[in-house]
């Protein structure tokens, strides 16, 4: 099984990815709109430049002049002036002035042009405007000749040698026409004002309009490209959002079939799903893990605990049955030396019993109370606790901490335990008990002289019940408990013996 990312961050993901199609979309049409946009400017711009040159031809023809023979124009590409987020200015102001129509050059090329203007307006729907050098029209396809533009920022720029170009909203005058109609139902007019030069000085410009494309527009033109691609974003919706659940559910159904299988008595199934799993998931599954081994080896535990402790206490009980039957039975026919004798194996069976019972409780205690852990002067500790053997203990603290945060009363009884052991197969000799600091943890060992542990007896030493002086009330719990405190602690005890003696190491 490996951790995978969290419940948290893929629904967010999947939810980021269904939110993000619409605003992709949004930010899709408004960039389309502003690219149709860019689209009608360089028409407007080819076409200006067209009408530009063919009524400077005739500018020059009605001058008595002619193009033959002069040096081509130097070429100056005009590039597309409005950008994708363009700025939408308000409809342009009708013309301030309007003057007649006069007899100059201008005026009769604009004459000559116009007719050619008008045509190509019934193709291409672009309106245009011829103006002199002052801005005003002497060709159009609307029959503005006359009208002056100089009141326009465009027009300005334009006739000062610039190329300009703006996004208007467009007048309405008429109903939106059909999607499929040749006629543009677009709300933005873009305008573009090309300036005329002849000899290096501006003798006019095209002033052009026309309706950009609306974005709704090219969706109906595309649209069985859209719908692929709207169906391709619900596919990949749906496939991911199927891909989520089952990286969720996927797991939470092996884990609740696993759980199943050990409610119903199964042999113990892994809970740990296979392949990747989101991290939580990862993380109940690990703690179901430990919690049924926990489980299965309490029970395990408990039915080794009732088997031993049914044992351990079967033959005292044996032992004071059988004593209180013979005394019942014939109590009177004995003698005082035989009841008394009797009486004492009753109460030395009854002691063995209490002691079994109360390491018992210790036990358990240790095993599965909190550890009601608290700071305790550890040198102090020590030196009373090791102060009751009478000199049998020789104590060293050098290296020993100033305090330790432990229960105390398992700290007691699992050195109690260490050193009793010690003090009975020390051969009467001192025991050495040696603290020292390993900077978490601390280390306590516990050294006898006597003979060491035979080789047999070395791996089961830390089994509960196993006891070489059970004639001499021994329960076979003490190195247990010891055991059980370390565990608790995080720590851990072991032993080195031999012919010179046996040492235990408790780190807590």
Not at 297 to 303: G, L, Q, V, W
């Amino acid at each position: 099984m490996r951790k995978g990312p969290s419940i948290r961050y893929l629904l967010l993901t999947a939810n980021a990815f269904i939110l993000l199609v619409p605003v992709f979309a949004v930010v899709f049409l408004r960039l389309w709109d502003g690219h149709l946009v860019r689209l009608t400017e360089q028409q407007l711009i080819a076409e200006s430049v067209l009408i530009g040159e063919a009524w400077r031809e005739r500018w020059l023809e009605e001058r008595g002049e002619s193009s033959v023979g002069r040096e081509p124009p130097v070429l100056t590409p005009i590039e597309a002036l409005l950008p994708l987020q363009y700025a939408l200015l308000p409809p342009a102001a009708l013309p301030e002035r309007t003057v007649q129509p006069g007899d100059g050059p201008e005026w009769r090329a604009g004459s000559r042009v116009e007719p050619l203007m008008v045509r190509s307006k019934s193709t291409n729907l672009s309106g245009a405007r011829v103006l002199n050098a002052d801005g005003c029209v002497v060709a159009s396809t609307n029959g503005q000749r006359g009208a002056c533009y100089t009141h326009l920022p465009e027009v300005r720029e334009a006739l000062s040698g610039q190329y300009a170009a703006v996004a208007r909203q467009r007048v309405r005058d008429q109903p939106p026409p059909p999607l499929n109609s040749f006629s543009r139902r677009g709300t933005v007019r873009v305008f573009t004002a090309t300036p005329i030069v002849h000899d290096g000085s501006v003798i006019g410009a095209v002033y052009m309009s026309r309706t950009s494309s609306s974005p709704l527009e090219a969706v109906w033109e595309l649209r069985y490209t859209v719908l692929a691609a709207l169906a391709l974003c619900i596919g990949m919706t749906v496939i991911i959002s199927l891909l989520f659940s089952r990286r969720i559910a996927r797991p939470v159904r092996a884990i609740t079939s696993a759980a199943e299988a050990i409610a119903r008595g199964e042999p113990a199934a892994s809970l740990a799903p296979s392949g990747t799993v989101p991290g939580e998931v990862a993380t109940l599954a690990g703690a179901l893990q430990r919690m049924t081994r926990q489980l299965t080896d309490r029970a395990e535990y408990i039915e080794q605990f009732a088997s031993t402790v049914s044992h351990e206490l079967k033959t005292p009980l044996t032992g004071i049955r059988g004593a209180m039957e013979l005394l019942r039975e014939d109590w009177q026919g004995m003698s005082d030396a035989q009841r008394q004798r009797f009486l004492e194996n009753v109460d030395a069976d009854a002691a063995r019993m209490e002691r079994l019972v109360t390491r018992l409780l210790q036990l358990a205690r240790i095993q599965r109370s909190p550890d009601a852990a608290e700071r305790i002067e550890l040198r102090v500790f020590l030196s009373q606790l090791m102060h009751r053997y009478d000199g049998r203990v020789r104590l060293e603290l050098a290296d020993a901490p100033q305090s330790i945060t432990i229960n105390p009363d398992h700290l007691e009884t699992a050195l109690r335990n260490l050193v009793d052991n010690a003090v009975r197969h020390g051969n009467g000799q001192p025991v050495d008990v040696i603290v020292r600091d390993l900077g978490k943890r601390v280390s306590i060992t516990v050294s006898d002289h006597g003979s060491g542990i035979s080789e047999g007896n070395r791996q089961r030493v830390f089994e509960r019940f196993f006891t070489t002086e059970r004639d001499h009330g021994g329960t076979g719990l003490g190195l247990a408990i010891v055991k059980a405190v370390a565990e608790v602690r995080g720590g851990s005890v072991s032993f080195e013996t031999g012919h010179l003696g046996t040492t235990f190491t408790l780190v807590l």
